[in-house]
């Protein structure tokens, strides 16, 4: 098993959508290609959300898993 490393975490528990995907959007810019931001989110939404974000705009979700009512979403920066 791999262990991800994030340089950044963003913990979006208890916001609704968009706010997880306003946040990683914007956090994302903030580490360097090929770093990875982490984020957590209690709205069942970004389960569908976060893998349609990270196509579109082109970063690569490593990892997403579930803990308890949190989704953790590990994302590589890759442009």
């Known amino acids: 098993m791999t262990i991800l490393q994030a340089i950044k ?3 979006c528990s208890g916001k609704l959508c968009p706010i997880p995907i306003v946040e990683i959007s914007k956090g994302i810019k903030q ?5 990875v ?3 957590i989110a209690t709205d069942a939404g970004s389960v569908m959300d976060v893998p349609a974000w990270a196509r579109q705009t ?3 979700l490593l990892d997403s898993t579930q803990e308890g009512d949190h989704f953790i979403y590990h994302i590589e920066r890759a442009r």
């Open 9 to 11: 975490t963003i913990d």
């Open 31 to 35: 580490v360097e290609v090929g770093q």
């Open 37 to 39: 931001v982490k984020l």
């Open 58 to 60: 082109g970063h690569h």
